[in-house]
């Protein structure tokens, strides 16, 4: 199996190609573009990430990660999740420059598959730009994106990105924690930056921002999907995520040993809050996240008859079990399909072939 995780999700296996497999090849090629060109415009997830983003910040655990990333990318036959090596938290105080360079050792030797991230300090602080000039400076092939924390206004991307240009790493995409009021208040204008490919809910420093007007319950796996103004600053994440075509991240579940609550918090972010991404803090989180934000069975088998139908009628509106599809819900179904890529769920030959034929 051919993997590349780096890149993007695995492009499946290249195996000879017969039968429905080979036709629809011949549709693609003599009868339409690839579905991505035809269906996916600016507001239709413009980028593609894995679904889990998980965090580390000890350097043990940090290799660990990176271990069971290579791991899982070997037994789903994709890379289900990115490994964000974490300094904000992860550095000791007075020891940040030490940590960013074990970051950096870390990152210089894992897989060229892997998918590595770092979340450096925040702008305003002392070693943001040390952290920059480090990790961006000597990592800018390596990473897939730079996570900054505590992300206020525009111009806080914008001092990110002129780090990223100092340290000759401007390709880097930077993904942003939204953490206050005021942040979310800004979250349309922030996922609008060009340079941003994601942004994230950060619950803890939310809640606390509030001077306790929210209470410590809006920070547990329940309250957060119950607490009003919680659940109002992540749908207006989401919301500006999905305007400008950027990758809506969920925040963290605390409670890491109640598998029960990643869970259900996860199936509440990917079908009820309109993210597609979530955090992870332990290994024990990874696989249920996957879980939750995986199409079923039947929606995968219902996406590739619509999308093989779309297809031979050359993208023109069709009659699929009594009801009329055109491009617009062709382009739901193509998603559905990206996402059961994206989780390492098995497609049917007819479904499948997109992903041979061609790549990110």
């Excluded at 938290?89 to 030797?109: I, K, S, Y």
């Excluded at 990592?139 to 206020?152: F, G, N, Q, S, T």
């Excluded at 509440?268 to 803090?281: D, F, H, P, Q, V």
């Amino acid at each position: 199996m051919n993997i590349e995780c780096r890149a993007g999700p695995l492009q499946a296996s290249s195996a000879p190609l017969t039968g429905s497999v080979l036709h629809a090849v011949k549709s693609v090629g003599d009868h339409s573009r690839h579905p991505r060109e035809v269906l996916l415009g600016a507001q239709a997830a413009a980028n593609f990430l894995p679904v889990c983003d998980h965090y580390s910040g000890v350097q043990a655990r940090m290799r660990k990660s990176l271990q069971l990333q290579a791991e899982m990318t070997e037994e789903f036959g994709a890379c289900v999740f990115d490994v964000t090596l974490d300094c904000e938290d992860g550095a000791p105080v007075g020891g940040e420059a030490d940590h960013a360079a074990m970051v950096v050792a870390l990152a210089t030797h894992a897989s060229d598959k892997a998918r590595v991230a770092v979340r450096v300090h925040p702008v305003d602080h002392p070693a943001f730009d040390s952290d920059m000039a480090t990790i961006a400076g000597k990592l800018a092939d390596r990473l897939v994106h730079i996570m900054v924390p505590k992300v206020e206004t525009v111009a806080d991307v914008m001092k990110a990105e002129r780090a990223l240009v100092a340290a000759s790493a401007l390709h880097l995409p930077l993904h942003v924690l939204i953490e206050s009021p005021a942040a979310v208040h800004r979250a349309f204008d922030i996922a609008a930056h060009p340079r941003v490919q994601s942004l994230s809910f950060g619950l803890m420093d939310f809640v606390s921002a509030h001077g306790g007007a929210i209470p410590a319950e809006g920070m547990s796996s329940q309250g957060q999907f119950t607490h009003p103004l919680v659940v109002r600053a992540k749908l207006e994440i989401a919301s500006a995520c999905h305007a400008h075509g950027k990758v809506p991240s969920h925040c963290v579940v605390t409670e890491f040993s109640n598998t029960e609550a990643i869970k259900a918090a996860a199936g509440k972010a990917a079908r009820e809050l309109g993210y597609t991404r979530m955090w992870s803090i332990h290994p024990d989180q990874i696989r249920p996240i996957l879980e939750a934000f995986s199409p079923s069975e039947a929606e995968i088998e219902v996406a590739t008859k619509i999308i093989a139908a779309a297809a031979h009628s050359n993208w023109a509106p069709i009659n699929f079990d009594g009801k009329l599809h055109d491009r617009a819900s062709y382009r739901y179904f193509w998603q559905v399909l990206e996402r059961a890529h994206q989780t390492g769920r098995p497609l049917p030959a007819e479904a499948q072939v997109y992903f041979q034929a061609t790549s990110r």
